[in-house]
C-alpha cells in the first residue's frame, strides 16, 4: 500500500466541502481500503492505492499525468475513487491519463470533477486507455459545476477495448451550468468485446454542448451501445454526434439519443452508422422534442406547477 | 361536445357510457382542464365553485385529478417518487401509504416500490400504478378513463374494489367506461352520443337501453328530439 499525505489540508478540506455541497461524497478519499487520488489544479492532495493497482501521478506546470493500472488477474472490490478539482475563478487543469487494465481484471472507477467558482476555467483531459482480454473496466464521471457556466470541458479519450473485454463509460453533467463540453470519445472494440457509452448533461442559459462519440467494432461478435441524454433549456445548443461502424461479422451496434429542448434551447442529433461487413448490424434511433405533453399534465393532475413537473420529467430522463 | 349537462354528487360513483367517438373521453379532458380541451361555452363548477378558468394544477389543488385511458411514460421516475407527488397533496407522504396504494391495486410494493415507472413496464402494470397514485392523492373527484383497459378480465372485479375504496374514502368517482360491470357498480351512470349527454339515471337502466336499444342512428335521432 502506498499512501501519500501533503500538507495540503486547507486545500483538501475546500475540495471536500465543493464536492459535498455539490452533492458528492468525500468521505470515501479518507478510506485505507479505498484506491484514490485528489487532484487541485496541478496539486495532488492525496493519493492511495491498494493491491492490484499501481498509480503513478506527476504535477506538471497545468494539471497532473496520471497511469494507473490495474494489474493482470486483480479484481479489485471497491470503486477506484477520483477527483479533480479546480478552485479559483480562472485557469487550466490538464489532466493526462493512461489506464491500463490487464488481462482478466476487473475495476471501477468513479470520477468526481468539481468547478465550484469557475468563471474562465478549462478543464481538458487527454485519455488513453487499453482494456485487455477479458478485462472489465468501467468509469463514470460526474461533474458539479458553479452557475456561472464559466468552465470549458474538454474531454478526449482514445479506448481500446482487447478480446472479451468490457468497458462501460458514463459522463454525467447535470448540476450547475454545462458552459462549454466539447466531448471526444474513440472506442475501437475487439472480438466478443461489449462497450457502453452513456452521457447525460443538461444545459441551460448559454451552455454550449458537443458529444461525439464513435465506436469502431472491429472484432467478430463486438458489441456496443451507444446512450445520450441531453436536456437544454433558454439559449443553451447541443449537438450530438453518434457514430457505429461495423467492421466485423455478427458485430451489433445501436445508437439511442434524445433530446428534450425547451425555451429557445437548439438541439442536433446526428446519428452515423458504417457498416462494412454483411453480417454485422448497427442501428439507431434519435428524438428531439419537448418535453411529453401527457407527462407534464400527468404529473399536473396530481398537484404540480408545470415548471414542476417539467423538473422532475427532465431529471428522471437524466438520472 | 354540444348540450352537455351533468352532475356528480358528493361521494358518488358516476359511470359515463356510450358509443365509441361519443365525447366521453373529451369530457373527461375537459373537466380536468387539458390544453386544447377548453370549452367553447359553458361553465364547470366543482363544490359550488367556477372553476372553468382554473388550470390543471388549480384544480388539482382542488381534489379533482384524472386517470389516463393509456398511462404516460415517465423514464427515470421511480415508483415511489411518483406515488409520492399524488401523496403530498393529501399530506400524507408515508411509506404505509404508498404500500397501501399498491397493494390496493395488487402490486407488491417490494417489487415495484424501487422500479421505474417507463417502457420498462407493461401497460397493464403501468395503469395499475397511475391507479396507486390516484388513490394516494385522496381526491374530491377522480376522473378514470376506461380504467379496466390494459387490465385483464379477471382483474376487473380489482378495479371495481379500487373505485368503491376511493368512493368509501369520500372521493366522487366519474368513470368513462364500455363495461358493463363498472356501470353496474355505480350509483348513477350517463349515456353520451354525438357529443351530447342523453340520458342520466339507475346504472343498470341505462347500460341495458345502451346495449339492447340503442344503435347509432336511433341515438342521433333520440338526441335530435331533444329527449
Known sequence: MDVIKLDVSDEFEAMEGALELAGGDASVFKMPHVSSLVVSGNRILSANQTEGIVLEKRSTGSGVDIELTIKKGYKIPDPVHLCFGFLPKEGLQQINVSMVAEEDSSVQLVAHCTFPNSEHVIHKMDASIVVHKNAFLKYDETHFHGEQGGVEVIPKAKVVVMEGGRYFTGLTLISGRVGLLDLDYDVEAGKDSVCELNTKVHGKGTDNIKIRERISLIGENARSVTKSRVAIADNAVAEFTGITEGHAPHAFGHVDCVEVIQGNAVACAIPIVKVDNPLAKVTHEAAIGSVDKKEVETLMARGLEESEAVDIIVKGMLM | ?227
Request: glycine share 8%.
Open chain 2, 1 to 227: 361536445m354540444r348540450g352537455v349537462n351533468l352532475e356528480v354528487a358528493d361521494s358518488e360513483i358516476h359511470s359515463v357510457i356510450g358509443p365509441n367517438g361519443a365525447g366521453k373521453s373529451t369530457l373527461a379532458y375537459l373537466l380536468m382542464g387539458l390544453e386544447g380541451y377548453e370549452p367553447d361555452e359553458g361553465e364547470i363548477y366543482f363544490n359550488g365553485e367556477l372553476i372553468t378558468p382554473l388550470s390543471i394544477t388549480e384544480r388539482a389543488k382542488r381534489g379533482i385529478t384524472l386517470g389516463w385511458q393509456e398511462p404516460a411514460r415517465f423514464e427515470g421516475l421511480k415508483v415511489r417518487d411518483y406515488l409520492s407527488i399524488g401523496a403530498r397533496r393529501a399530506n400524507n407522504v408515508s411509506e404505509e401509504t404508498l404500500c397501501h396504494a399498491l397493494e390496493m391495486v395488487n402490486l407488491s410494493p417490494a417489487l415495484y416500490l424501487d422500479r421505474e415507472v417507463s417502457e420498462a413496464l407493461s401497460g397493464g402494470e403501468r395503469k395499475r400504478i397511475e391507479l396507486a397514485s390516484i388513490i394516494t392523492m385522496e381526491p374530491r373527484l377522480a376522473i378514470l378513463d376506461e380504467p379496466d383497459s390494459g387490465i385483464d378480465v379477471l382483474s376487473l372485479k380489482e378495479v371495481i374494489t379500487m373505485i368503491r375504496h376511493l368512493k368509501k374514502n369520500g372521493s366522487s368517482v366519474l368513470v368513462i367506461t364500455h363495461r358493463e360491470e363498472i356501470a353496474a357498480a355505480s350509483d348513477r351512470a350517463s349515456l353520451m352520443c354525438d357529443g351530447v349527454v342523453v340520458r342520466t339515471g339507475d346504472p343498470v337502466e341505462i347500460s341495458n337501453f345502451f346495449k339492447n336499444e340503442c344503435k347509432p342512428c336511433d341515438m342521433k335521432a333520440y338526441t335530435l328530439k331533444g329527449e
